[in-house]
Nanobody, 122 residues
């Protein structure tokens, strides 16, 4: 059973930084290495949106709203996904979710964490 556990959320002022982590368990190393991983977020009253994803080749993709400010990294040896968030803005406030799936991912990704809250104040 694959399990994803996010951590690192919290409250930060605009312009600050946070680093989110997503620790996976129940994954064989080879399966994790070949998995697509991603971060999604959902603000109150809004649809869930894709923030950043990484495929099995290590290629990353970012939403326009975070490109240049957020950096995604995947450590296959530690089965951990990271999201470094710099120059935070109040509009980054949301619940952030880690997700995993085969590559290419399904329309709705297969595995999800419980989420970690990020709150950015102006």
């Amino acid at each position: 059973q694959v399990r994803l556990v996010e951590s690192g959320g919290g409250s930060e002022q605009a312009g600050g930084s946070l680093r989110l982590s997503c620790a996976a368990s129940g994954y064989a190393y080879s399966a994790y290495s070949s998995a697509c991983m991603g971060w999604f977020r959902q603000a109150p009253g809004k649809e869930r949106e894709e923030v950043a994803t990484i495929n099995s080749a290590g290629s990353t993709s970012y939403a326009d709203s975070v490109r240049g400010r957020f950096t995604l990294a995947k450590d296959n040896a530690k089965l951990t996904l990271y999201l470094q968030m710099n120059s935070l803005k109040p509009e980054d406030t949301a619940m952030y979710y880690c997700a995993a799936d085969r590559c290419p991912p399904r329309t709705v990704w297969n595995f999800w964490g419980q989420g970690t809250q990020v709150t950015v104040s102006s």
